[in-house]
């Protein structure tokens, strides 16, 4: 079920079909080994106990790797005591003492596993570095996520926060593809709004004049801003119109029938 | 000069130079990062003329922002820093509750805005980019000395086409994640590069090829290309040949090699490292390894999406008009082949066929 939903899930969440990063597809199980480490011990591939299971693929001498090992050590940091188990994976054809030097200069806490002759990577398929993948409590891949230069801690947290159910699949979809930033002129009625509370302001100090002018400056840029026709309302209430005022009023309910402005100046008004 | 009229002159001058004063002192020591200090920006002096003013300096109300509806001493405002902004420019409560912020913004509006009048657009203190540089001083050096230039830092919205100054949701206060905003750009036909080339429409390339390359499935474009600026053809983030031959030099394919192991052309023999091997007989390796005709990873490979996997192109742009020259590639159960363009048609394989599928 779980393997099912993690297969959907990333299949929604990757925008083009192909080959993924690596070879073993996303619902497949993970083989699990016993590797030696960098430290002269053993370690193994995947946790018993953990919920998640990180691996981080990378290389020596490679400037995305190293920064990926950065990221993750700030990651791993951020998630420590939730049952997550990291490891990263070196080629064991490359240099111990490279590997050593990138470790120290990342900062990563997690054991470093040695796949000699390449045994590891050929098994999952896993041709380019850096790569992180991630498997859930039953060793099932839950995804693949190659190196981007921005947003690859956020990614993988996400990922790793959605396995432990932190979050649940709109909350991982909104990291992996984050909103657009809109600039504050995006929207006509919130930059309506500004007309509005300056009118409001301009109320508050009797400038019935400009207050209707900023009123209605606000209904060119959004003929529909509930609150702007409450203004209006407002300040034609203050200058002793009531039955225009409920003119108003009964436009802004119209459009926003909640409108708090609306609502009180009707009844002000005896409406 | 009347003595009445001096005097009026000398305190104008006192008021004037009091607000100049105010608007350039730094905050106080105590202020962690300079470029961060609270400052006083008053209006234009008299002399300067103002293109655009703030709707309540315009119409004369100083009481909307100050104790006071006094245009020469309209004393302190009526709340601190930001919060008196958001209380009209409502907005900004969901733009800076984003997970990126920009520290100017965070700290002061006025960092940046001059909310009396202004001669730049946005009530801006000075011109968008010169702004911008005034802290960001990397990429402007990265901006005026690079060889290859980016249109986007000098057209349109210049820094904004790309940069939410204020908060955003994708760190270097990105507005999308990269290849969103590059392909919001990149998706016309016909775009010349200024030197001689034609820039491709990606919006139909990546509709029209749907094995895309992992950089541009994780929608990070600056994997491959620097965007303020750079010393490489197409802003690429290392070196990659031009040409569809090249001697085999690894450093020439630094931008490759920064995901993909070297050993996949220098190693002759391997049943490890790459599909594209005839048993263990590594064929990248008799491609790519030559030392003077080698083929380079243009030759078959389309670097942004094809419609073969591992990114096999249908065909090259070989010679100098640029004729396109088919590849002919076939994936087979056992390997692949190639029928007859560059060379006689060849077949490889690297694995056995499955029972299963050969008994059909």
Known sequence: MLARRLAALAAALLPAAGVPAGELQPGDPVPDEELPTLDGGKAPLLSKKALANVFVFVRPGQEASLDTLRQMAGCEKDLAGKPVYWVAVVSGGVP??????????????????????????????VRTHPLVGLADARHRLAAWHPYTRLNYCEAIKARIRFLLGEIDE??????????????????????????????????????????????????????????????????L?????????????????????????????KKACGG | MAPRRTLKALVALA??????AAGAAPAPASDPDPRLAKVKVPPLPPGEKAEWSHAPYEAGDCSICHQKNDRKNPGPLVKAGNELCYSCHEEFAE???????????????TTCHNPHNARERKLLVAEQTALCYRCHQDVKAIAEKSRVKHDALTTGRKCSNCHNPHAANVERMLVQLPFDLCVSCHSRDGVSDGRGGTLTNFKKWLEQ????????????????????????????????????????????????????????????????????????????????????????????????????????????????????????????????????????????????????????
């Open chain 2, 209 to 360: 090829n749907k094995v895309w390359h992992e950089p541009v499935k994780a929608k990070d474009c600056s994997a491959c290309h620097k965007t303020h600026g750079g010393d490489n053809f197409r802003l690429l983030v290392a070196e990659y040949p031009k040409a569809f031959y090249a001697p085999y030099e690894p450093r020439n394919y630094a931008l490759c090699y920064g995901c993909h192991n070297e050993k996949v052309v220098s190693e002759p023999e391997t049943t490890t490292l790459t599909g594209f091997r005839d048993g263990s007989h590594n064929l990248h390796y008799v491609h790519v390894h030559k030392s003077e005709r080698g083929r380079t990873c243009r030759a078959c490979h389309e670097v942004h999406a094809s419609q073969q996997d591992h990114h096999i192109r249908e065909g090259v742009p070989y010679g100098p008009k640029g004729w396109i020259l088919k590849l002919n590639y076939t994936k087979t159960p056992t390997g692949g082949s190639c029928a007859k363009t560059c060379h006689e048609t060849k077949s490889y394989t690297n694995r056995t066929v499955p029972r299963s599928a050969a008994k059909r």
């Open chain 1, 237 to 265: 209430a203050a200058q002793g119109d009531c039955p225009a005022a409920l003119e108003a009023f009964a436009e802004a309910l119209e459009l926003d029938p909640g409108d708090a402005h609306a609502l009180a100046g």
């Open chain 2, 15 to 20: 008021v004037l130079s009091a607000a100049l």
């Open chain 1, 96 to 125: 111990a003492e490279a590997v050593r030097g990138m470790v120290r200069d990342a900062g990563v806490r997690m054991p470093v596993l040695v796949d000699r002759g390449d045994a590891l990577y050929s098994r999952l398929g």
């Open chain 1, 170 to 235: 709109a909350a991982l979809r909104k990291v992996l593809e984050p909103p657009v930033a809109t600039m504050p002129g995006a929207d006509a009625s919130k930059v309506g709004m500004r007309d509005v509370n300056l009118g409001r302001r301009q109320l508050q100090q009797r400038l019935y004049d400009k207050a209707l002018s900023s009123a209605r400056k606000a209904l060119e840029r959004d003929p529909g801003l509930a609150a702007a026709h409450a203004l209006v309302g407002e300040v």
């Open chain 2, 95 to 109: 733009i800076i509750a984003r997970r990126y912020k920009h520290p100017p913004a965070a700290k002061a509006c």
